[in-house]
T-cell receptor, first 116, second 113 residues
Framework: ETGVTQTPRHLVMGMTNKKSLKCEQH?????MYWYKQSAKKPLELMFV???????ENNSVPSRFSPECPNSSHLFLHLHTLQPEDSALYLC???????????????FGPGTRLTVL | LAKTTQPISMDSYEGQEVNITCSHN???????ITWYQQFPSQGPRFIIQ???TKVTNEVASLFIPADRKSSTLSLPRVSLSDTAVYYC??????????????FGTGTRLLVSP
């Protein structure tokens, strides 16, 4: 138990569906992240939120839309996905310092997404 | 932008020391090097973090040369439960703050009896 929970753990959706992934952290951290992990690929950073403001967006297609309503919750809204978007989506949180040096990230268990 | 690369896989036996190297020649000047362990169907878990020279904790050591363009994770006396995928994580580029975070390609370690 890392203090970061993700729901659902598994999701199957069609290309025309709209769904959302949810992440919640119970660690009091001020930064949250979405990563994509595909088979045989490194983890890819998608979005970073620091103090509820998006500070990183690594050229992710607009069919992925993040939302961070407060420092404890992070959502990833999905619409009109493609089969190649099937992957494990991981959420993480960390406590970032004003100096900019990076502290360890705590990861959730991930949501296994399958797009048919 | 150079990739952050690691050997794809390594094999070892129980009780041996394992050293896994990560090449990150575009690392940001003010960022830590962090290593994570990942088991199947789980998120990565923090192992160790360092900036330069050598860092040691209760589970591993991290060796970082002066140029910081690589790092080596050292696992002393591995056990079967250390079978997992190991990733390095660095920030790349020249900007401060939230640089581009890049995970290494991952090393699958298999420990046999």
């Amino acid at each position: 138990e890392t203090g970061v929970t993700q729901t659902p753990r598994h999701l199957v959706m069609g290309m025309t569906n709209k769904k959302s992934l949810k992440c919640e952290q119970h660690l009091g951290h001020n930064a949250m992240y979405w990563y994509k992990q595909s088979a045989k690929k490194p983890l890819e950073l998608m979005f970073v939120y620091s103090l509820e403001e998006r500070v990183e967006n690594n050229s992710v297609p607009s069919r992925f839309s993040p939302e961070c309503p407060n420092s404890s919750h992070l959502f990833l809204h999905l619409h009109t996905l493609q089969p190649e978007d099937s992957a494990l989506y991981l959420c993480a949180s960390s406590q970032e310092e004003a100096s900019g040096l990076r502290n360890e990230q705590f990861f959730g268990p991930g949501t296994r997404l399958t797009v048919l | 932008l150079a990739k952050t690369t690691q050997p794809i896989s390594m094999d070892s036996y129980e009780g041996q020391e394992v050293n896994i190297t990560c090449s990150h020649n575009n690392i940001a000047t003010n960022d830590y090097i962090t290593w994570y362990q990942q088991f199947p169907s789980q998120g990565p878990r923090f192992i160790i973090q360092g900036y330069k020279t050598k860092v040691t904790n209760e589970v591993a050591s991290l060796f970082i040369p002066a140029d910081r363009k690589s790092s080596t994770l050292s696992l002393p006396r591995v056990s079967l439960s250390d079978t997992a995928v190991y990733y390095c994580l660095v920030g790349e580029g020249k900007n401060t703050g939230f640089q581009k975070l890049v995970f290494g390609t991952g090393t699958r370690l298999l420990v046999s009896p």
